[in-house]
C-alpha cells in the first residue's frame, strides 16, 4: 500500500472527514494567474487555422469513421488544435447559480471561455512544444501562451533527443519524430484554491486537454497518442522547473510533416523561469507527496495485460435491463461543439425531459473516451470505468440508479425510485438542483486495482480517465443543445452505498449532469476567435 492508496482514502472521505487543512481559506487578491509568464522572451504569433466542416464529433469521439485519410501535424494544424483547446475563443457573462457571478462583470476577473472544462476554472495545465529540425521554426523548447495565441521561445536548440530518451523504449506514437507535446502542471495554480484535495482536481485537468485532442485529431484523420509514463525528473530539468513545484504528466509524440532527424541527448536546459504574481505561495504536504509518490518509478511502463486486470466487471446480468437504441450521429463538426461548450451552473429545467437517444450517446461518448489509447491502450473489451446514471427525467425511462452495459447495450437497473431527494442530500453546493436535471451520469473505477495494478503512477491514469470522459460528456451534450454540469463536491462514499459497489472495488469519483435549460436564458457572449 502506497502513498496514493492513502490518498485516494481520504479523497473518498471528504465529504464526512476533511483532508487537511480544513481551515484554509483562498486569498484571492493574491492568486496567481491562469498562465505562466516569462518576461523578455521572444513570441512567436501561431497563425490562424480553418477547420474541417466534415470532421464531425461522432468520428472524434470513435463512435464513427473519420471523413479523412490519416494526416499529418504542421504549424497550421497545431494552432487550430491549441487555439481550440486551450486558447481563449470569447468572454462570457450569464445569470447562474455559482458563486463567482457578482465578481465575472469584472474585466480582471472576467470569464474568458475555452473549449476544454477545467477544475474551477483555473487551467493549470502548462503545454510545451519542443521541435526538431523538421519542423518549421527554429528547434527548441516553446511554451504556449493562451492569452496571445502564441509560442514563447523558452530556449533554442534541438533537444527532442532529450525527450526521447526520457521516453524509453515501447513509447506510443508514430515511431521516429521530433516534435513533440509536453503536458506539465503548475500545482499553485490549483492549490491556492483547492489546497490538498488539487492533485486530484489537476490530473483529470490532464485528461481532459488528451480528450479535447484525441476528439480533435481523430475526426480530421490525425493522431494522438499520450505517453504517461517516462523519465519524468529528465524532462523537468530539460524544462527548467522544479518538480515538487510543477509535475510532468503527459508527452504526445506528433506524426509530422517533412523528415524527423534523430538526435542524440544533448543535456540542455531551460534557463528562462516563470515569475509568479502570487506574493505568498503555500505548499500542501498532500500534493507533493503525490508529486513524490508518482514521480517515482515513472519510467517503469505498464503492460497492456496489467492494465487489463484492474478493468471493470460487466454488471450484474440478473438485473433488470432496458434496452437502448442506438447513439444519436454527432454530425457537428469538433470545432463548433467545443466552442458551444459550457456549465450549466443551475440553469436545467425538468419541464423538457432528454430523450433516449441523446441519454444514450452521452454515455457512449463517454464510455469512448475512458480508453485514453496511447501507453495506456488495454484490450479492446476492457472497460477502465464503469458508467451509472441516475435517471431523473428521461423520456421512455422509469425514475431509478442504472449501470449502463455497451457491450449488451442496455441499461441494467441498480434501483427503483426517484433519486432527486439522494442526489440534492449528498451533492455540498449551493449552484445546481441536481433534480431539475435529466439524468446525473458517474463514473466509477476500481482505483485500488489500478495502484496495486501499476503503482502509485496509475492515479495519475485515473484522474486523467475520468477528466476525458467529464470533456466527452460536455463536448457531446453540446452538440445535441443540452445543458451540462461536472460537480467534484459530493459524497464519495454516500454513492458508494446508493450503487452498491462495495464488493466491486469500483470509486465514483464525479458526477456529470445533464438536461435542457430554462429557455431565452440572460446570457453574454462576445467571440475572440
Not at 507533493?288 to 460487466?314: F, H, I, K, N
Not at 442504472?402 to 451533492?427: I, T
Request: proline share 7%; hydrophobic share 40%.
Amino acid at each position: 500500500m502506497g502513498y496514493a492508496h492513502d490518498y485516494a482514502a481520504a479523497i473518498m472521505r471528504r465529504g464526512r472527514v476533511p483532508m487537511p487543512p480544513a481551515d484554509h481559506v483562498p486569498n484571492w487578491a493574491d492568486a496567481p494567474r491562469k498562465t505562466k509568464f516569462y518576461p523578455g522572451v521572444d513570441r512567436l504569433p501561431l497563425p490562424d487555422a480553418d477547420y474541417p466542416a466534415d470532421a464531425a464529433l461522432d468520428a472524434g469521439l470513435g463512435l464513427a469513421e473519420p471523413a479523412f485519410e490519416t494526416g499529418l501535424f504542421d504549424l497550421s494544424v497545431l494552432s487550430g488544435m491549441l487555439r481550440d483547446s486551450y486558447g481563449l475563443t470569447g468572454r462570457r457573462l450569464g445569470v447562474q447559480a455559482n458563486t463567482d457571478l457578482s465578481a465575472l462583470p469584472s474585466y480582471p476577473l472576467a470569464n474568458w471561455s475555452r473549449g476544454t472544462a477545467s477544475g474551477g476554472g483555473l487551467y493549470p495545465v502548462s503545454v510545451y512544444w519542443v521541435s526538431g529540425a523538421s519542423g518549421p521554426v527554429p528547434p527548441g523548447v516553446h511554451y504556449y501562451a493562451t492569452r496571445q495565441h502564441a509560442m514563447q521561445r523558452l530556449l533554442t536548440g534541438d533537444v527532442t533527443g532529450e525527450v526521447r530518451a526520457a521516453l524509453g523504449h515501447g513509447a506510443p506514437g508514430p515511431g521516429l519524430t521530433d516534435q513533440y507535446l509536453v503536458l506539465g502542471v503548475k500545482y499553485w495554480q490549483n492549490a491556492f484554491k483547492y489546497n490538498s484535495f488539487s492533485f486530484h482536481a489537476v490530473s483529470m485537468d490532464i485528461g481532459t486537454v488528451l480528450q479535447t485532442w484525441r476528439m480533435w485529431a481523430r475526426a480530421r484523420g490525425l493522431e494522438i497518442e499520450p505517453a504517461l509514463w517516462f523519465d519524468e525528473e529528465r524532462l523537468a530539468r530539460l524544462l527548467g522547473v522544479r518538480s515538487e513545484e510543477e509535475g510532468v504528466f503527459a508527452v504526445v509524440p506528433l506524426r509530422w510533416t517533412g523528415t524527423p532527424k534523430a538526435t542524440a541527448p544533448v543535456g540542455a536546459s531551460v534557463r528562462r523561469s516563470d515569475v509568479e504574481r502570487s506574493r505568498t505561495v503555500l505548499t500542501f504536504e498532500a500534493v507533493t507527496g503525490m508529486q513524490a509518490a508518482t514521480s517515482r518509478d515513472a519510467a517503469d511502463r505498464p503492460t497492456a495485460e496489467a492494465l487489463d486486470r484492474a478493468a471493470v466487471a460487466p454488471p450484474r446480468a440478473e438485473s433488470a435491463e432496458f434496452g437502448l437504441p442506438a447513439p444519436r450521429p454527432l454530425t457537428a463538426d469538433v470545432r463548433t461543439a467545443l466552442r458551444r461548450r459550457r456549465s450549466s451552473f443551475g440553469r436545467f429545467d425538468a419541464q423538457r425531459p432528454v430523450s433516449l437517444d441523446q441519454l444514450v450517446t452521452c454515455l457512449a461518448a463517454a464510455t469512448s473516451a475512458s480508453r485514453l489509447g496511447g501507453d495506456t491502450r488495454g484490450a479492446e473489451d476492457a472497460l477502465p470505468a464503469r458508467m451509472y446514471a441516475f435517471v431523473n427525467h428521461v423520456e421512455g425511462l422509469a425514475p431509478g440508479s442504472y449501470a449502463y452495459d455497451p457491450g449488451a447495450g442496455v441499461l441494467r437497473l441498480v434501483k427503483e425510485g426517484r433519486p432527486g431527494a439522494f442526489l440534492q442530500k449528498n451533492y455540498f453546493l449551493a449552484n445546481y438542483n441536481l433534480e431539475q436535471a435529466g439524468a446525473v451520469l458517474v463514473p466509477a473505477m476500481r482505483t485500488s486495482a489500478v495502484l496495486d495494478t501499476v503503482g502509485d503512477r496509475g492515479y495519475r491514469l485515473v484522474g486523467a480517465t475520468i477528466g476525458a470522459v467529464s470533456q466527452a460528456v460536455y463536448t457531446t451534450s453540446a452538440a445535441m443543445d443540452l445543458g451540462c454540469g461536472v460537480a467534484l463536491g459530493f459524497d464519495n462514499i454516500s454513492y458508494i452505498e446508493e450503487l452498491g459497489l462495495d464488493g466491486t472495488g469500483e470509486s465514483p469519483l464525479l458526477i456529470m449532469l445533464i438536461g435542457n435549460e430554462r429557455p431565452v436564458p440572460a446570457d453574454f457572449r462576445y467571440e475572440i476567435a
